[in-house]
């Protein structure tokens, strides 16, 4: 949460190039907040995102390996995907 992203690629024609910062997460979702005050929910397994870490360095991960409560991702291992 609090970190940049960016939708590079969706399912969802209408959610592709949608930016702002992470305010929530839930299992399957992911809240942004626009530069505008307005709170966007998308769906974590049908986008791409690609996020912006405090040091300027940008992940770009797909949606479907981050598919899990925030919690619980801690404890799993993850192949490098990037």
Avoid: C, Q
Avoid at 52 to 57: A, E, F, K, M
């Amino acid at each position: 949460m609090g970190l940049e992203v960016e939708i590079t690629h969706s399912l969802h024609g209408d959610l592709k190039g949608i930016h702002g910062r992470v305010v929530d997460e839930t299992k399957n979702t992911i809240t942004i907040e626009d530069g505008e005050g307005y709170e966007k929910i998308i769906p974590k397994g049908s986008a791409t995102f690609e996020f912006t870490l405090p040091n300027g360095v940008t992940i770009e991960l797909k949606g479907e390996i981050i598919v899990s409560r925030p919690e619980d991702r801690i404890k799993k291992r993850f192949r490098k995907y990037w």
